[in-house]
């Protein structure tokens, strides 16, 4: 099975579940059937290398196929696309950066593929109150311990908050950070979080439920770690490399899934308004023409950043990426906010489409880099 095939699955679950939008767009909650269908249509093998039963060749070749089908699904559903679009987003960290020097570290990289080609949903909660999005600002600690780990590395213990886990319960694995006793920097985690109770009894304790306004049934929930198994990444080096060979990848995967949402709109706000077109008083055609404008914005900052991928150059990648996700963060709601006034005060009804989507799209925004932490980037990469 290769892209094309999942792809052609893909389009026919988008089209299934663009049929029962309304009941989707009203839930609070994921369905694991959904992520089932997904398992079968093959999309957890995509984060896999292609000689260990992956779909993934290079970072060049797949990262467009890859970022295409979170696009397409996330035009059907937005939850649901967000949560799948973790897997890869998570796995890259893996993927991008071999190390044939580093045994331990190949060892763990081929187990967390095969997880992934088992059918292993992979997620992850990493922010914490108060860091703003900046993992080096992680609080949670993490105490070796004793036992068998459920992938191969080095079994810990960890405790702190965490908040804005997408896709709990219904992802196996869920990555994180933390700061290992008698260590200054933080290193990277894999949680299990495999049918574990989140009554703190088996080291997860639930301390608030996803109540988002936008992106609604991701159960991106806040969770406290009483002492959660969890292995170590295997790399021995520093993260910021590894973090930031996966940066423009993960950009893309999060601005195709907004884009995918943001595509849907625009196409639904266009057969509306063809119909009435020639009563469109001057404001509405303006409003409409500037709405499709930047939507052609977006995709056109979003084609660059994949073509400065596909080049192949780490520096311009990440240049293009963050400059890419930031624009489509900031003209995906403006472009909302025009297309609702010209569809009209029907679009603030928890009914219409656009509501939903309206706040769907301002997650882009949220999502790593946060606003704040991404100016610092945009800054720092401006001038050199
Ligand atoms: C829809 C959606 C899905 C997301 N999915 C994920 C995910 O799957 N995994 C993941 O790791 N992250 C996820 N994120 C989080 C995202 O990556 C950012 O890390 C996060 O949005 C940053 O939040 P913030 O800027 O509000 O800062 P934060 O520092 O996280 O602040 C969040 C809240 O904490 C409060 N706060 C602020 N300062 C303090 C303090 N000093 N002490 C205590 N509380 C404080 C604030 O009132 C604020 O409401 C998601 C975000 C969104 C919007």
Same mark, same amino acid.
Request: hydrophobic share 45%; with cysteine.
């Given at each position: 099975?290769?892209?094309?095939?999942?792809? $052609?699955?893909?389009?026919?679950?988008?089209?299934?579940?663009?049929?029962?939008?309304?009941?989707?767009?009203?839930?609070?909650?994921?369905?694991?059937?959904?992520?089932?269908?997904?398992?079968?249509?093959?999309?957890?093998?995509?984060? $896999?290398?292609?000689?260990?039963?992956?779909?993934?060749?290079?970072?060049?070749?797949?990262?467009?196929?890859?970022?295409?089908?979170?696009?397409?699904? &996330?035009? %059907?559903?937005?939850?649901?696309?967000?949560?799948?679009?973790?897997?890869?987003?998570?796995?890259?960290?893996?993927?991008?950066?071999?190390?044939?020097?580093?045994?331990?570290?190949?060892?763990?990289?081929?187990?967390?593929?095969?997880?992934?080609?088992?059918?292993?949903?992979?997620?992850?909660?990493?922010?914490?109150?108060?860091?703003? +999005?900046?993992?080096?600002?992680?609080? &949670?600690?993490?105490?070796?311990?004793?036992?068998?780990?459920?992938?191969?590395?080095?079994?810990?213990?960890?405790?702190?908050?965490?908040?804005?886990?997408? =896709?709990?319960?219904?992802?196996?694995?869920?990555?994180?950070?933390? @700061?290992?006793?008698?260590? *200054?920097?933080?290193?990277?985690?894999?949680?299990?979080?495999? +049918?574990?109770?989140? *009554?703190?009894?088996?080291?997860?304790?639930? @301390?608030?439920?996803?109540?988002? %306004?936008?992106?609604?049934?991701?159960?991106?929930?806040?969770?406290?770690?009483? =002492?959660?198994? &969890?292995?170590?990444?295997?790399?021995?080096?520093?993260?910021?490399?590894? %973090?930031?060979?996966? %940066?423009?990848?993960?950009?893309?995967?999060?601005?195709?899934?907004?884009?995918?949402?943001?595509?849907?709109?625009?196409?639904?706000?266009?057969?509306?308004?063809?119909?009435?077109?020639?009563?469109?008083?001057?404001?509405?055609?303006?409003?409409?023409?500037?709405?499709?404008?930047?939507?052609?914005?977006?995709?056109?900052?979003?084609?660059?950043?994949?073509? &400065?991928?596909? +080049?192949?150059?780490?520096?311009?990648?990440?240049?293009?990426?963050?400059?890419?996700?930031?624009?489509?963060?900031?003209?995906?709601?403006?472009?909302?906010?025009?297309?609702?006034?010209?569809?009209? +005060?029907?679009?603030?009804?928890?009914?219409?489409?656009?509501?939903?989507?309206?706040?769907?799209?301002?997650?882009? =925004?949220?999502?790593?880099?946060?606003?704040?932490?991404?100016?610092?980037?945009?800054?720092?990469?401006?001038?050199?």
């Amino acid at each position: 099975m290769g892209f094309d095939e999942v792809a $052609a699955a893909i389009d026919s679950i988008a089209h299934q579940w663009r049929a029962a939008r309304p009941e989707r767009q009203r839930r609070r909650h994921l369905e694991r059937a959904d992520f089932g269908l997904l398992r079968d249509a093959g999309l957890l093998r995509v984060g $896999a290398p292609e000689d260990q039963g992956g779909l993934w060749r290079s970072l060049e070749e797949s990262a467009r196929p890859t970022c295409s089908l979170y696009r397409t699904l &996330a035009a %059907a559903d937005s939850s649901v696309a967000l949560v799948s679009s973790m897997h890869p987003a998570v796995i890259s960290l893996w993927l991008i950066s071999p190390d044939p020097d580093q045994p331990e570290w190949e060892d763990q990289r081929k187990a967390v593929f095969a997880s992934a080609v088992d059918g292993v949903q992979w997620g992850t909660i990493t922010s914490e109150p108060g860091s703003g +999005g900046d993992i080096s600002k992680t609080k &949670a600690t993490a105490t070796p311990a004793e036992g068998e780990p459920f992938l191969s590395g080095a079994l810990y213990t960890l405790r702190g908050d965490k908040h804005f886990g997408s =896709g709990s319960g219904v992802t196996q694995r869920m990555m994180t950070t933390a @700061i290992p006793d008698g260590e *200054d920097e933080p290193t990277v985690f894999v949680l299990d979080f495999d +049918g574990r109770p989140w *009554d703190g009894t088996s080291g997860l304790e639930l @301390i608030a439920e996803w109540d988002g %306004a936008g992106m609604a049934a991701t159960q991106s929930h806040a969770m406290r770690l009483r =002492g959660a198994p &969890a292995v170590r990444l295997g790399f021995d080096g520093p993260l910021v490399p590894i %973090a930031a060979a996966a %940066a423009p990848f993960n950009a893309l995967l999060f601005t195709a899934v907004v884009l995918g949402v943001l595509d849907e709109a625009v196409a639904l706000a266009r057969e509306r308004i063809a119909v009435r077109a020639e009563s469109l008083r001057p404001f509405e055609q303006v409003e409409w023409t500037l709405a499709e404008r930047d939507h052609w914005v977006c995709c056109q900052s979003y084609e660059g950043a994949m073509r &400065a991928i596909e +080049g192949g150059d780490p520096a311009a990648s990440l240049y293009a990426a963050m400059r890419a996700k930031h624009a489509v963060a900031e003209l995906a709601e403006s472009t909302m906010l025009r297309l609702t006034r010209v569809l009209g +005060g029907g679009t603030f009804s928890l009914s219409s489409p656009f509501s939903r989507w309206f706040e769907d799209v301002r997650a882009l =925004g949220f999502l790593r880099p946060p606003w704040a932490l991404a100016h610092d980037t945009l800054f720092a990469t401006s001038l050199e």
